[in-house]
Nanobody, 119 residues
Framework: QVHLVESGGGLVQPGGSLRLSCAAS????????MGWYRQPPGTQRELVAH???????TYAVSVKGRFTISRDNAKNTVYLQMNSLKPEDTAVYYC?????????????WGQGTQVTISS
């Protein structure tokens, strides 16, 4: 069984910064892609940023230039540095990982962490 545990959410004023972390633990042979998604109130979950195990990244247009995704493969951890935060960034942020273990590969999700941008 594999678990993703997110941390780093909270309340911050517009223009501020937050850094989210997501650590994977359990029986893991390898993790290919990892990513961050968010779900604002009353809307569907959307991709924020994505990173492959080789370090290639993809960003939503709305966060490009403000957010940076990175990962530490040795620690099975992915990070999201969020700068110049806006009220519209308010959402529950979810970590996602494509995990391989014992010959199987699947997508798994963290429990989510609340990010609120408000003055």
């Amino acid at each position: 069984q594999v678990h993703l545990v997110e941390s780093g959410g909270g309340l911050v004023q517009p223009g501020g910064s937050l850094r989210l972390s997501c650590a994977a633990s359990g029986s893991i042979d390898s993790i290919t892609a990892m990513g961050w998604y968010r779900q604002p109130p009353g809307t569907q979950r959307e991709l924020v940023a994505h990173i492959t195990n080789g370090g290639s990244t993809t960003y939503a247009v709305s966060v490009k230039g403000r957010f940076t995704i990175s990962r530490d493969n040795a620690k099975n951890t992915v990070y999201l540095q969020m700068n110049s935060l806006k009220p519209e960034d308010t959402a529950v942020y979810y970590c996602n990982a494509h995990v391989s273990s014992r010959g199987y590969t699947w997508s798994t999700w963290g429990q989510g962490t609340q990010v609120t941008i408000s003055s």
